[in-house]
C-alpha cells in the first residue's frame, strides 16, 4: 500500500530534525554498522585479517606501478585496497559453502554434499546474490582507479616529453 502524502511529508520532516547519535553507545553502533559483512567497511583490514599481508600487497602494488605523485599514491593505494576486498569476497563465499555443507542432515552422498549446500544457500538466502553485486561493484571501482592511474602517467609521460630539452 502506498504511503499517503501526510505521511512521507512527515516523514521527511522528522528526518530532517535527526543530528544523529549522540551517546558514545549509538556512535560506536553506526562506526561498526558496515562491519556487517565487510565488503563495504571504511577500514581495509577487518579484525581476524593480517595487516602485514595486507601492507605487502600494498607495497607490491607500490613498487610495480611506483607511483610519482601523491594522486597516483592514492590510486595504486585504492587499488590494493579494492584487490583486498574481492579476496575477501572469494573467502566468504568458501566459507558459506563449507558451514552450509556442515548443516547437510546425514545420508546425502559425499559428492553431492556440495550441490545441496549451494541449493540450500540460493533458497534460503540472497547471499551469493549479494557476493556477486559487492564483487562487481569493486570490479568497477578497481577498472576506474586502473583507468584514472593511466590517464594520469600518460598525462605526465606527455609533459615530460613535451618539457624535454633537445640535445644539440
Known sequence: ???SKRRI???????ARSRGPKTP?????????????????????LPGESEEEYRALRDAYLAHFRPRSVRQVDLVTL???????LDRLGSVEADLLNA???RQVPGV???????????ALCDESNAF????????????????ALKAL??????????KYRNRVPVP
Not at 560506536?28 to 563495504?40: E, N, V
Not at 552422498?109 to 541449493?119: I, S, V
Open 1 to 3: 500500500m502506498p504511503s
Open 9 to 15: 511529508d512527515s516523514s521527511r520532516a522528522n528526518g
Open 25 to 45: 553507545e549509538g556512535l560506536a553502533r553506526c562506526q561498526s554498522a558496515p562491519l556487517t559483512h565487510g565488503l563495504t567497511a571504511s577500514q581495509v583490514v
Open 79 to 85: 587499488l590494493a585496497a579494492t584487490r583486498w576486498r
Open 100 to 102: 552450509a555443507v556442515a
Open 109 to 119: 552422498r559425499e559428492d553431492l554434499k556440495m550441490a545441496a549446500a549451494f541449493r
Open 129 to 144: 546474490a549479494n557476493l556477486d553485486r559487492y564483487a562487481a561493484r569493486l570490479n568497477r571501482i578497481h577498472k576506474a
Open 150 to 159: 593511466d590517464a594520469l602517467r600518460e598525462k605526465n609521460r606527455k609533459i
